[in-house]
């Protein structure tokens, strides 16, 4: 009975939520605020109401399949949304998050991969963006995409360049 009500409150908490965002959405629109037709401008947004969602069904207890998949896939498009604005390590992190929800089994989990690793390549992220390109290059290899995969493989060339590494290349 305690896990139910708790259950019951996570849901009110993020009905009250998601019903503030959409009255704020509501009034952008009646002030040309915002424009409809645009979701991609609100990706982050609404993959932060996703993830606290989620938060809040795993505090208590409840089933988070469906939360979880809608999360993930929040996540991905505000990695995309920010991947298109050179937002790279805004980028970087939402496309982790997905990865973290994403079943590894999962057709679409290598092009995620490849995703993450061009946001830290284009961020700089001297520490990650080696073994990520390696990772998503292996994943796509591995489902057949070799032209993805060559195209990993072509962002490892530039690394191993401008380390001064060319034996590498």
């Known amino acids: 009975a305690r896990v139910l009500r708790q259950q019951e409150r996570a849901l009110r908490l993020l009905d009250l939520h998601l019903v503030a965002d959409l009255e704020l959405g509501q009034r952008l629109l009646e002030r040309g605020v915002a424009e409809p037709g645009r979701e991609a401008d609100h990706a982050e947004m609404l993959a932060y109401h996703w993830s606290s969602a989620l938060e809040l069904v795993r505090a208590s207890g409840g089933d988070d399949d469906d939360i979880a998949e809608r999360t993930r896939l929040a996540l991905r498009a505000a990695g995309d949304r920010a991947l298109a604005l050179n937002s790279f390590p805004v980028a970087a992190a939402q496309f982790d998050d997905a990865l973290a929800l994403w079943p590894n089994d999962d057709p679409e ?46 962002y490892l060339a530039r690394v191993f360049w401008d380390r001064g590494e060319q034996q590498a290349v």
């Not at 830290?120 to 080696?130: C, I, K, V």
């Open 109 to 154: 989990r290598p092009e995620l991969l490849f995703r993450r690793a061009l946001a830290l390549h284009w961020a700089y992220d001297e520490a990650r963006q080696l073994a990520a390109l390696e990772e998503a290059r292996d994943a796509l290899l591995a489902v057949g995409d070799s032209q993805r995969a060559s195209e990993a493989e072509s």
